[in-house]
Every structure is written in structure tokens, then in C-alpha cells.
């Protein structure tokens, strides 16, 4: 008999089942903004765009994403920082009631950052499991309904022996697909538990000279391994999104790949690697530009697959800079150009939906 399967119960613990919620978030051609930089991250993102980077101007730039007039008919959902779901408006309303009001569903990063992996020069592992189980009773009670988990795994060339290490390097290493895959697993289980859909990020970064097939096959590897432990921990794949990185060359790589290299290479490794039961992928954009994360989301949906199965999940976006970018370059800290950048996230926003039936096209950028 198999002990790990995953208890049907868990499934229906809330007013709401949660893979109700996890297609909720699917519903429409529509996709999440990742607004969940922790507090380090956001002052580098506002410092790097020349603003002060306090505060109060995290809280000026956050709400005035989330009251951007519109934003509820391109985007499902939004994934706050635990500095936001705690925010409210200067006229008095929660951060939370307001992306409601929009028809927006509240999320949240519960994943405490990355620190360095023992026995493993140069790669990382991500923290946060202790205490989780009262901080996802607390982010419910606070009004999130979704949580988000992000690893991050480098692809590196094998180098030297590095002194204390153990074995010769191949990164990602066995040792830190596993310990990220693990973690992501037991943290899925435990927002299971809370009546929260968890979103698993497992995240292959872009930096590198590595191309698209070597970039293909480690996220296939990475994928396989986060599976399997969710398997064993007895997480219903129903309950969950995943959320990834698109198959790309590395950023120093000199062979470049069109959208539809790209929306190719993507779905053949997620083919082979993701369950069917999982309703739903949605992409991170990792340092793309919001253009090419708009062409190669487009271009996954426009492809033509000839003899190929329908794709057995919907596929979607979860971008954090993509979507922000324009937005945070026009705003540059001033309320005078607040509903410019409104503007400039809401335009990333419908073009991102577009991309969702393979109807966007270049000449949405002139519009
Ligand atoms: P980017 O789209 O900027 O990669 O951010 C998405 C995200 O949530 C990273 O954890």
C-alpha cells in the first residue's frame, strides 16, 4: 500500500477547495504580479532605478501598483511581501481589500531567502520551514488565500576540486536539487495543511554561458527531483501551480534563440517532467526583458504543434520584473507620475494576457 499518497481531505479543509482557488488563478488568460520583493530586494530595485530607498517610498510604489485602475481584468492574482499583506492605503484600506475589491486574489512569499548550502561551494539553499505551519495561519488570517516558495539553482561549469569539498563540483549539484526540492515539498504539504494553493518555484537562473539544451536539461532534472519529492510528502499536485523558469541560453551565451526555439525547448522539457494533475505553470521572467517574456509566452501558445497532445496544464505568467519594470522607470518616486506608471504596469499586464491566447504581436508595443 502506498502510505504516501496524498489525503483527499486535505483537499476541502476550507469554505473553498483549494484547487478551486488554484484554477481561480487560471481562470481567463490571465496571470499573477509577483510584487513579493523582500525589503533587501525592493531597496536595490529603487536604488538601481536612482530613487530614494526607504520605507515609505516602498510603501508609496506598492500602492500604487495595487490601485492601478484595471488591473483585476488582466491579472488573477498578486503575491505580497509580509511589509505589504500588513499595508494599508493613506486613506485607511488594507492592500489586501483593495487587490480584493479588483477582483484580485492575495498571496503571499512565505520562503524566509537563501543562504549558502553546507558542503556545497557556491550554491544555496532556501530557509524558512521552522515556524512555517503559524505564519501560514497567520497570512490566512490575514487575507492570503496563496502562498509562494522560490529556490534558486545556478548552472556553473565544472570547475577545480574546491578545498572542503566532498566531491568534484557539477552544479547544480545532486545534494542541492535535492535540499531545494525537499524543502519546496514540505512546504507545499504544509500550505495543504492551511488551506493555502502553493505555488513551488524552483527557479534556473539565466546567468551563465550554458545554452538552451543545457539549460533544458538541468530544469527537467530540477523539475523530475521536485516531483518526486512532492510525491513522497503526499502533496496534491491539484492544489499547487508551478512556477518556473522558461528554457533559455544562459545570458553569456553567444548562441541566441528565437521565441519559438524558446516556447519549444520549454514545453518539451515540461512534457516530460510535469504531472498532468498539475492545473496550471506559470512563468517567471528572470531577468528577460518585458518584451521577450511577452513574445515567448506568446510564442508558446501561437506555436504550431502539429501532431503534438494538448497541453496537459494551462500555462501562464507570474512576473515579478517583466510586469514592473516599465512602471517603476516612469513612476521614479514621483506622485505626479503615478498614473503614468499605472499605465505602463497595466499595458504589461494586457500584453501578458494576450500573450495567454497567442494574440499578442509587436505592434501592441506602438499602440
Ligand atoms: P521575476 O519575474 O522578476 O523573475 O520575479 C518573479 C519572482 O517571483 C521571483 O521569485
Redesign the pocket.
Given at each position: 500500500m502506498n502510505t504516501d499518497s496524498p489525503n483527499p481531505d486535505l483537499l476541502r479543509p476550507m469554505p473553498q477547495r483549494i484547487d478551486e482557488t488554484a484554477r481561480q488563478l487560471l481562470a481567463g488568460d490571465k496571470g499573477l504580479l509577483?510584487i513579493?520583493e523582500s525589503t533587501s530586494t525592493c531597496n536595490r530595485r529603487l536604488a538601481a532605478a536612482g530613487i530614494t530607498a526607504d520605507a515609505q517610498t516602498r510603501w508609496a510604489y506598492r500602492d500604487m501598483l495595487i490601485a492601478t485602475p484595471g488591473l483585476g481584468d488582466s491579472i488573477s492574482g498578486a503575491?505580497l511581501y509580509d511589509e505589504s499583506i500588513r499595508a494599508s492605503t493613506a486613506d485607511g484600506r488594507r492592500f489586501v481589500d483593495v487587490l480584493v475589491a479588483a477582483g484580485i486574489i492575495p498571496g503571499i512569499k512565505v520562503d524566509t531567502g537563501t543562504t549558502d548550502l553546507a558542503g556545497h561551494p557556491g550554491e544555496r539553499v532556501t530557509e524558512g520551514l521552522d515556524g512555517l505551519r503559524g505564519r501560514l495561519q497567520e497570512y490566512r488570517a490575514l487575507g492570503a488565500r496563496f502562498a509562494?516558495w522560490?529556490a534558486v539553482l545556478a548552472i556553473k561549469a565544472p570547475g577545480g576540486m574546491p578545498a572542503g569539498a566532498r566531491r568534484p563540483p557539477r552544479l547544480p549539484s545532486r545534494g542541492c536539487v535535492a535540499a531545494n526540492a525537499q524543502a519546496l515539498a514540505r512546504y507545499a504539504a504544509l500550505c495543504q495543511e492551511a488551506g493555502l494553493v502553493s505555488i513551488v518555484?524552483p527557479?534556473v537562473l539565466m546567468d551563465g554561458d550554458h545554452g538552451l539544451a543545457e539549460c533544458g536539461a538541468v530544469t527537467e532534472e530540477v523539475l523530475h527531483a521536485v516531483f518526486d519529492h512532492m510525491h513522497v510528502q503526499g502533496v496534491a499536485l491539484e492544489a499547487m501551480l508551478l512556477?518556473t523558469n522558461m528554457v533559455l541560453p544562459g545570458t553569456d551565451c553567444s548562441a541566441p534563440a528565437s521565441p519559438a526555439e524558446v516556447a519549444a525547448a520549454t514545453i518539451e522539457g515540461l512534457r516530460r517532467a510535469v504531472p498532468a494533475a498539475v492545473p496550471g505553470i506559470v512563468f517567471?521572467?528572470?531577468?528577460q526583458s518585458a518584451t521577450q517574456a511577452s513574445a515567448r509566452l506568446n510564442a508558446m501558445h501561437a506555436g504550431d504543434r502539429g501532431a503534438a497532445p494538448p497541453l496537459p496544464w494551462t500555462l501562464s505568467f507570474?512576473?515579478?520584473?517583466?510586469l514592473q519594470e516599465p512602471a517603476l522607470g516612469i513612476w521614479h518616486g514621483d506622485a505626479s507620475r503615478r498614473g503614468a506608471a499605472q499605465a505602463a504596469l497595466l499595458h504589461r499586464a494586457r500584453c501578458n494576457r494576450a500573450a495567454c491566447s497567442g494574440s499578442y504581436d509587436a505592434a501592441m508595443e506602438a499602440a
Open positions: 509577483a513579493d503575491i509562494k522560490r518555484e527557479e512556477k517567471l521572467s528572470g531577468g507570474s512576473y515579478g520584473r517583466a
